[in-house]
């Protein structure tokens, strides 16, 4: 009977270490919202002027549903197309556009993208990801290049609803691209970075501008993505069932 008690004890302590444990995850992740108005968006402008606009849906778990993608939409001298956006409202937020210009001058447009967060706390680990496709169509070459005042084609920001307050989540990217002939040139790009103050955050805020010179097309693939930090209360939660184990294993040892 004495040596069964040290086993007992030790599984009841690595049962509390794995409850812990699924509790602080609970806890750190705690940013799961839902789709209301004006929280899930999207929204497609073409030189400041907003060509069409909807809202996406999240199922039980969070993950976004764009039902109906619009795909290509053809205006005088140019197409825009949104042809994907996936992700969770957890919070991440994937898409896949594109736009051309032959309308003889250069062209701007932007993409963006609304996430609810849920009030979602510092401290905030953040990261992006951006694949460029850009192609010149005849050989006189062409560029796409930034718009935003960050200057990167990507810009992302978390925003408090009330009182009103924006912070840079240090993951804008997107340099742009050019070509000197006709043809096509990549480029892939990532970025990390992090949010150590303000908020709570209601919304994160994802918007793709760029610029387009005549007689070229491009097409975007990229996330934004941001993770809370766990507390550090967590830790020593964890802290004295682990010397629990650790004492333990010693005694038995002995």
Same mark, same amino acid.
């Given at each position: 009977?004495?040596?069964?008690?040290?086993?007992?004890?030790? *599984?009841?302590?690595?049962?509390?270490?794995?409850?812990?444990?699924?509790?602080?995850?609970?806890?750190?992740?705690?940013?799961?919202? !839902?789709? $209301?108005?004006?929280d899930?968006?999207?929204?497609?402008?073409?030189?400041?002027?907003? !060509?069409?606009?909807? %809202? *996406? %849906?999240?199922?039980?778990?969070?993950?976004?549903? /764009?039902?109906?993608?619009?795909?290509?939409?053809?205006?005088? @001298?140019?197409?825009? =197309?949104?042809?994907? %956006?996936?992700?969770?409202?957890d919070?991440?937020?994937?898409?896949?556009?594109?736009?051309?210009n032959?309308?003889?001058?250069?062209?701007?447009?932007?993409?963006?993208? =609304?996430?609810?967060?849920?009030?979602?706390?510092?401290?905030?680990?953040t990261?992006?990801? /951006? &694949?460029?496709?850009?192609?010149?169509?005849?050989?006189?070459?062409?560029? !796409?290049?930034?718009?935003?005042?960050? $200057?990167?084609?990507?810009?992302?920001?978390?925003?408090?609803?009330?009182?009103?307050?924006?912070?840079?989540?240090?993951?804008?990217? @997107?340099?742009?691209?050019?070509?000197?002939?006709?043809?096509?040139?990549?480029?892939?790009? %990532?970025?990390? @970075?992090?949010?150590?103050?303000?908020?709570? *955050?209601? /919304?994160? =805020?994802?918007? !793709?501008?760029?610029?387009?010179?005549?007689?070229?097309?491009v097409?975007? =693939? $990229? *996330?934004?993505?941001?993770?809370?930090?766990?507390?550090?209360?967590?830790?020593?939660?964890?802290?004295?069932?682990?010397? &629990?184990?650790? $004492?333990?294993?010693?005694?038995?040892?002995?």
């Open positions: 009977m004495s040596k069964a008690r040290p086993v007992n004890v030790a *599984y009841r302590l690595a049962l509390l270490l794995l409850l812990t444990l699924s509790a602080g995850n609970l806890a750190w992740a705690g940013t799961m919202s !839902v789709c $209301g108005s004006g899930c968006t999207w929204a497609i402008s073409v030189d400041g002027n907003e !060509v069409m606009s909807g %809202m *996406y %849906m999240a199922d039980a778990d969070g993950n976004i549903i /764009l039902a109906s993608p619009p795909g290509e939409i053809v205006g005088a @001298g140019y197409t825009v =197309s949104l042809d994907n %956006m996936y992700g969770n409202i919070p991440l937020v994937g898409f896949g556009l594109g736009a051309t032959t309308s003889g001058a250069a062209k701007t447009f932007a993409f963006a993208f =609304s996430l609810p967060l849920g009030g979602l706390s510092v401290p905030i680990n990261a992006a990801d /951006l &694949g460029t496709t850009f192609t010149a169509f005849t050989s006189a070459g062409g560029s !796409v290049f930034p718009t935003s005042g960050t $200057g990167k084609i990507v810009d992302s920001q978390d925003i408090v609803i009330s009182p009103f307050a924006s912070v840079d989540k240090g993951v804008d990217i @997107g340099a742009g691209l050019s070509t000197t002939s006709m043809g096509t040139v990549l480029n892939h790009e %990532m970025a990390s @970075g992090s949010i150590s103050s303000g908020g709570p *955050y209601d /919304l994160m =805020s994802v918007i !793709v501008a760029f610029g387009l010179t005549d007689q070229t097309g097409g975007f =693939s $990229g *996330y934004v993505e941001q993770i809370a930090v766990p507390e550090p209360a967590a830790f020593w939660l964890v802290g004295p069932v682990l010397l &629990g184990l650790v $004492g333990i294993a010693r005694r038995k040892a002995a």
